[in-house]
């Protein structure tokens, strides 16, 4: 009996609405909000946000973060995905151990690493008692701001790297084995079958974590927020900021547009540069 032609979209339905519901409708509204200046349409909210002293900081130090913390999560992943594909005994465990981070909200693993990189956290008390200083050292400072940048780039590829591990092991274990096999028997190197086979089939694969990890590191917040609070300005905490601090609902729409737009600017710049052919992938 055929199936209706209505069913596949009575099917998706539920779907469409929860999304629509609940994330078309609050970013249509933060996106009139953005150009609400009071008297109707108006850029001055976006002209505050531009005028914003702490504005060209807090984009700078976005876009740092992102182009450290990106390349560094996915070479680690990529390793780490690699290393577990060589693995035949306890890659389950490795695995898990792992992923670890993932099960650690964002908050609470900026906490974990204030207690070690605080002036009396675990990494003080260490080098003190080996004798390698004197006192507390102050990492997280205004005053060390070179030390606080890394600080937060330690603390974001411990805690999301998992993500685009899980995302690259996925897309390893689609890689047939048999093409491995046939250079193994043409005599190719490791680093030319990882360079011919195993980093070409990997490229949807490497689309989507680039564009998921590109996307969150973007909205990245609380690991900054618990380190070094308004030290560190990034977009995102800007617009906390603006929300909370300043009750100014229209300029914190306005950083919340920004960071939709890049994020979707990158997103394009992804598909456009790692173009997956369908057929060439079948």
């Known amino acids: 009996m055929p199936q209706p ?26 996106i009139l909000l953005s150009f609400d200046g009071g008297q109707g349409f108006s850029l ?22 992102v182009i450290v ?6 070479g680690l992943a990529l390793v ?14 490795v695995l898990w151990i792992w992923t670890i981070p993932l099960g650690v909200s964002d908050l609470a693993a900026g906490l974990v690493w204030l207690a070690i990189l605080q002036d009396s956290g675990y990494l003080n008390t260490l080098l003190f008692q080996f004798g390698l200083i004197s006192g507390p050292t102050a990492y997280l400072n205004s005053e060390t701001p070179i030390a606080l940048f890394f600080a937060v780039v330690l603390a974001e590829v411990w805690r999301a790297t998992a993500i685009v591990l899980i995302i690259l092991v996925a897309g390893i274990q689609l890689i047939p084995k048999e093409f491995g096999e046939a250079a193994d028997i043409f005599g190719a190197s490791p680093w030319t079958k990882f360079r011919k086979i195993t980093l ?14 590109t996307v969150l590191a973007f909205e ?9 609070g308004r030290n560190f300005p990034i977009i995102v905490g800007e617009a906390y900021t603006w929300q909370n601090e300043n009750q100014n609902y229209g ?6 547009v920004l960071v939709m737009a890049i994020s979707l600017a990158a997103t394009v710049i992804y598909l456009k540069a790692l173009r997956v052919d369908p057929e060439a992938q079948a």
């Open 69 to 74: 913390v990106i390349p560094l999560q996915v």
């Open 5 to 30: 032609r209505w069913l596949p979209y009575l099917l998706i339905a539920p779907s469409v609405a929860f999304l629509a519901a609940f994330f078309l409708v609050p970013l249509g509204q933060t």
């Open 200 to 213: 070409p089939l990997l490229k949807p694969s490497l689309q989507s974590a680039l564009i998921l990890r």
């Open 80 to 93: 780490m995905g690699l290393m577990l594909q060589k693995m035949t005994r306890g890659r389950e465990l």
């Open 44 to 65: 001055a909210n976006y002209a505050r946000m531009a005028g914003d002293l702490n504005f060209p900081t807090a984009l700078r130090n976005t876009f740092a973060l």
């Open 251 to 256: 300029v914190a729409a306005a950083y919340a």
């Open 220 to 228: 990245v917040f609380a690991v900054v927020y618990a380190l070094g």
